[in-house]
């Protein structure tokens, strides 16, 4: 088992005005190590995946993440070339809307290259090679690979947004309701290929979702949020099979099966 | 391999006005290697719980649960989630009641993940065991009948080879051929030198595999 | 020709200059980034060199000669109404001759003839953002600018190759400079790109709407974006000029009857007629 974590955080607090969207997080995140954070809207849910990735400051605490040489950053302290060139290599971030990651006037392939033509990669052939081996392994057919996204359906956005995220292979995924916005039947699909990526690639995830079954079927862990505090956490099956805090059990007994 | 001392665990229903319900109360067991404990008791009576307890699926409010992982001995109750997730993947296998079924995962899938190394191959042959036919194998398991998800969960206990193996009514929707086998499985493994918690209702079977029983008796004064 | 009476030497006020002196040293110090400058009014619309007619103001001296080139050509409009320009209001010597001049001013041309150390070519620039198409935020390309993050402008080359089978920029192709800023070189042809690496001469670009300097000092790398495996290529039309027989310059097509009858001469008449003289 690894000892060192990936991404720490202590003590992050923010405030949005006079409304705490963050009080005194902490969180650990170890390599190939999906984290849930559950709660409702409001929560802080999305406001502490902004400030793990850096898009965010916090008004106190602090994050640090480790790098491949085990070199440990803070991550609100890092010069904007560095976290930028973390967020398109190490990093990946999957966002609830597809459109705001992909380039809708950028064909298929040309999304899925971004990433390697913006980290050097400067041979056409194995850029392109490599962009049909993403597209196939999101279940995207390789013929759609010179096709522009807006012909695409919302689920297969989703997918493509995965591929053009982890065709750099990152370590760290920050993942915001990636299955949101979608048809039950076509989140089911999506949840399976993440859940299939982010074990073989041993890639490690902070999961930000409203939908318990999500967490359950990818998450490790999971923190539960309310009001910007971390209520409860632990082993996902334990929190949701085992609920202690009142918050987290209304949440498990406001939904069915999760 | 494993042993608990002074277990208790209740579930506070917070939704309920903070309803406290004492489930488990002082429960101390000992299972070793090869040998196999029956949890018995009037249905309610929170064998399910402690079971579950075992796993880490439910969280013990006092007492140790002490397993041998590898080459130390970790107390699961006070064990970080990682270490649990470690335990999990080495030391403690756990065949639920019902398999929870992962949508377009195929039968062969779940079976195989639970364990490493050349893992379709095997994952094969146990389905195999168990009578669930090759052209099945590719199939995700959300239409199988009762018997046959049952039997795939099984083959997914049993995979991984754990030294300790949890079983929460493996044979309950089983027809008798298949019940025999699983108990076949069961004496292998005990053979091999697994130590086995189970919930067995059927006397046949338990009588056929349990070496020693642990009576858990209902809390009365649930307040 | 008389100077103007009444006008500040090259039009400009001394103030204005020197403002222009200092984005122009600011932009050679850092190659290739784009310098803010407040850009004047000037005695023509824009899209007609008002930042190449600041530019050239600022460093225009007493002995300086002038050269003026539109699409390569001396006598067109635009380059014959900026080469009076400045002879009226600075009194300089013009030329047409490109060996002959100090300080070229051109509009979507390099000339073939090389240039040397102690000569300028100004640049006349409509838009100098290379990734004004792509990116459509200004905040976002200056953050690009300043990360050197060009994935964005590869991807527009990747689209290009996979549309058409080659990029098919063909003129205001970009480049690196110095291994560090993407820069527009101007609307000249792509033909033109190779010119401009380790060019002798200091290379000045004005953008008076969009109020922009920059620079490529004397022998600094101009590197044209590309692939390993689609190398940029400087392309010419496939025929000889038609006036001096040249067989390795920039060519125009020139439409010469209602018949689709058409001929092809070099697009810089100072090359062109230099050969014919046999000079």
């Known amino acids: ?258 | 391999m494993l042993e608990v001392t002074g277990l208790a665990k209740a579930f506070t229903l917070h939704l309920q006005a903070g309803l406290r319900i004492r489930v488990l109360a002082h429960v101390d067991l000992r299972v070793d290697a090869g040998q196999c404990l029956a949890l018995v008791g009037p249905s309610g009576a929170g064998k399910s719980t402690l079971l579950r307890s075992l796993y880490g699926n439910y969280g013990a409010d006092s007492g140790q649960i002490r397993v041998r992982h590898g080459d130390d001995i970790v107390d699961l109750a006070a064990a970080s989630p990682r270490v649990v997730v470690d335990i999990r993947a080495r030391t403690i296998g756990y065949v639920s009641q019902f398999l929870r079924v992962v949508p377009r995962v195929a039968a062969i899938d779940i079976v195989a993940e639970a364990a490493s190394g050349d893992r379709r191959a095997r994952a094969a042959a146990l389905l195999s065991r168990l009578n669930i036919p090759a052209r099945l194998h590719a199939l995700p398991p959300a239409t199988f009948s009762g018997g046959e998800q049952q039997r795939v969960n099984l083959a997914r206990g049993f995979i991984g080879g754990h030294p300790v193996l949890l079983l929460d009514e493996p044979t309950a929707s089983l027809d008798d051929a298949n019940r025999d086998i699983v108990i076949a499985m069961i004496l292998e493994a005990k053979a091999a030198g697994t130590a086995i918690v189970g919930i067995f209702h059927d006397t046949e079977v338990r009588d056929a595999v349990a070496d020693l029983r642990y009576h858990v008796a209902p809390i009365q004064d649930a307040a | 020709m008389n100077v103007a009476s009444g006008y500040n030497f090259a039009y400009l006020d001394e103030q204005t200059k020197r403002m222009i002196r200092r984005a122009i040293l600011k932009a050679v110090a850092i190659p290739g980034h784009q310098v803010p400058f407040g850009s004047r009014e000037m005695p023509l619309p824009y899209g007609w060199g008002t930042g190449g007619i600041q530019v050239t103001a600022a460093v225009l001296g007493r002995d300086d000669v002038l050269k003026v080139i539109d699409q390569g050509a001396d006598d067109t409009t635009n380059a014959v109404s900026i080469r009076r320009f400045f002879a009226r209001t600075a009194g300089v010597a013009t030329t047409t001759h490109t060996a002959e001049a100090t300080v070229i001013q051109t509009r979507h041309r390099i000339p073939e003839t090389a240039l040397r150390q102690d000569q300028i070519i100004v640049y006349q620039v409509p838009q100098p953002e290379p990734l004004s198409r792509l990116e459509p935020s200004r905040e976002e390309t200056r953050r690009m600018h300043a990360l050197a993050d060009y994935g964005l402008m590869h991807v527009k080359l990747y689209e290009d190759i996979t549309r058409f089978g080659h990029v098919s920029i063909s003129y205001d192709y970009p480049v690196m400079v110095d291994g560090r800023y993407l820069m527009a070189p101007s609307p000249i042809p792509a033909f033109d790109n190779p010119k401009m690496d380790r060019m002798a001469a200091l290379q000045l670009f004005g953008a008076g709407r969009e109020k922009r300097i920059y620079a490529v000092p004397p022998y600094t790398s101009v590197r044209s974006l590309d692939f390993d495996d689609h190398e940029f290529r400087a392309s010419r039309a496939p025929h000889a000029c038609l006036l001096c027989g040249a067989t390795d310059s920039y060519l125009d097509e020139v439409v010469i009857d209602d018949q689709g009858g058409r001929m092809f001469v070099c697009s810089d008449t100072d090359h062109c007629e230099g050969r014919r003289d046999g000079t």
Request: glycine residues 10%; hydrophobic residues 45%; proline residues 4%.
């Open chain 1, 1 to 258: 088992m690894e000892h060192d974590t990936l991404l720490s955080a202590r003590g992050l607090t923010l405030h949005f005005g006079a409304t705490p969207a963050l009080v005194d997080v902490d969180a650990d995140l170890w390599p190939g190590e999906v984290l849930a954070v559950v709660g409702e809207s409001g929560s802080g849910k999305s406001t502490l995946l902004n400030v793990l990735s850096g898009r965010l400051a916090p008004d106190a605490g602090v994050a640090w993440y480790r790098d491949p040489a085990g070199a440990l950053h803070d991550i609100h302290a890092m010069p904007a070339p560095a976290l930028r060139t973390l967020h398109r290599s190490d990093w990946g971030f999957v966002h609830q809307n597809p459109r705001e990651n992909l380039r809708m006037a950028v064909t298929a392939g040309g999304n899925v290259g971004e990433r390697l033509m913006a980290r050097g990669s400067r041979h056409y052939g194995d850029i392109r090679a490599a962009a049909i081996s993403w597209l196939e392994q999101v279940e995207i057919d390789a013929d759609r690979v010179d096709d522009l996204p807006r012909t695409f359906s919302g689920g297969m956005l989703q997918r493509l947004q995965i591929a053009r995220t982890l065709v750099t292979h990152p370590r760290l995924v920050f993942m915001d309701e990636p299955t949101g916005g979608l048809d039950v039947s076509v989140q089911a699909r999506l949840l399976d290929l993440i859940r299939g990526l982010v074990r073989r690639l041993g890639i490690a995830a902070v999961l930000v979702t409203h939908d318990l079954a999500v967490a359950r079927l990818l998450a490790h862990r999971i923190m539960v949020m309310q009001r910007g505090r971390v209520v409860e956490s632990g082993l996902t099956d334990r929190v949701l099979d085992d609920p202690r805090h009142a918050y987290t059990q209304l949440l498990v007994s406001s939904v069915l099966g999760a």
